[in-house]
């Protein structure tokens, strides 16, 4: 069965401040997807990143940048020079590969809520 | 403009109604799908569709029924609606084995 954990419940940061979430995966599968998604105030989900479990490069888009570790299972998710504007739920997910057409099942973690000061 | 659409954005009833919540995608998608998050932000997946067939039915109560007129349209109807039924109820899209793309979410109120 697949499991994803996000241990951080909340997170609180000063504006400008650097912030890491972290993810921690258990899957049986070689192959699978790992996300990011992120529910600001008004609740909608944004999608941020999708990573192909072959693929270990790190990606880096603006202020956002991912660490996915295969020998560790973590995907985790690094916010540079926060803004108050980042202050959002986020979910890392997980979904097998092997999966048949409309079967791509995200398993989801409980979210870490990330909070900027102003 | 609007990728995957839900209506009603807020969904306030009592305990016994029977309500629909409708969902449309326009990007081309083969898969649709509703996940269910609750009071603690859970999210959960219900079910899934691709090309109007029933792919994943996740233990979901026998009140929910899901129904796919066509590609592009996943509605959710509820029978005898429960308290333990509030929630927010997503609708998402994803071409075969693609990334989801989610509506903005429908909040059920059931009083």
């Known amino acids: 069965a697949q499991k994803v954990t996000q241990a951080q419940t909340e997170i609180s940061v000063v504006e400008k401040e650097d912030v890491t979430l972290d993810c921690v995966y258990e899957t049986r599968d070689t192959t699978y997807y790992l996300f990011w998604y992120k529910q600001p105030p008004s609740g909608e989900l944004v999608f941020l990143i999708r990573r192909n479990s072959f693929d270990e490069q790190n990606e880096i888009s603006g202020r956002y940048s991912w660490n996915f570790q295969k020998s560790t299972s973590s995907f985790n998710f690094t916010i540079t020079a926060s803004q108050v504007v980042d202050s959002a739920v986020y979910f890392c997910a997980l979904s097998e590969a092997r999966s048949n057409f409309g079967n791509e099942k995200l398993t989801f973690g409980t979210g870490t809520r990330l909070t900027i000061i102003p | 403009d609007t990728a995957v659409s839900q209506t009603p954005k807020y969904l306030v009833t009592q305990m016994g109604n029977d309500k629909s919540i409708k969902c449309e995608q326009n990007l081309g998608h083969d898969t649709m799908y509703w996940y269910k998050q609750d009071s603690k932000k859970f999210l959960k997946i219900m079910f899934s569709?691709?090309?109007?067939?029933?792919?994943i039915n996740e233990t979901v109560p026998n009140r929910f029924s899901p129904k796919s007129p066509d590609k592009a349209h996943l509605n959710l109807h509820i029978n005898s609606l429960e308290l333990g039924d509030s929630a927010v109820y997503f609708c998402?899209?994803?071409?075969?084995?693609?990334?989801?793309?989610f509506g903005n979410g429908t909040r059920l109120t059931v009083t």
């Open positions: 569709y691709n090309n109007k067939e029933l792919i």
């Open positions: 998402a899209s994803s071409r075969s084995r693609g990334t989801l793309h």
